[in-house]
């Protein structure tokens, strides 16, 4: 894999956490991103995406309001902030970036990805 998560932990509930997503060996400047979520014994889910160039955010509407997206291109990473996190939050968050020409949104689909990060652990819990 060459895309790279971090920051995740082990937080309480209320708390904010900020999670990074960076290649590991070339530029994002040419990738839409979207970040998704996996819960124990549940399926992935879509958080939100990002453009290209940074001036569209989609969010799915579970997390619309307490998560927020952005991207630092000079930075070649692009962050996903989570705000009042609740024990449902407890996830392995995953980045993906899709390749595009030109402009690209960006989707909750997860199906035009075409990387993956490994993912990061996020613990919420008292």
């Known amino acids: 894999l060459r895309l790279v998560e971090s920051g995740g932990g082990l937080v309480q509930p209320g708390e904010s956490l900020k999670l990074a997503c960076a290649p590991r060996s070339y530029s994002l400047e040419i990738y839409a991103v979207g970040w998704f979520r996996q819960a124990p014994g549940k399926g992935r889910e879509a958080l939100g995406c990002?453009?290209?160039?940074?001036?569209?955010?989609q969010y799915a509407d579970s997390v619309k309001g307490r998560f927020a997206i952005s991207r630092d291109d000079a930075a070649n990473t692009v962050y996903l902030l989570l705000n009042n996190l609740k024990p449902d939050d407890t996830a392995v968050y995953y980045c993906a970036a899709q390749w595009v020409l030109g402009y690209g949104s960006g989707s909750l689909n997860e199906s035009v990805y075409d990387e993956w990060g490994q993912g990061t652990q996020v613990t919420v819990s008292s």
């Open positions: 990002i453009s290209n160039y940074g001036d569209h955010v």
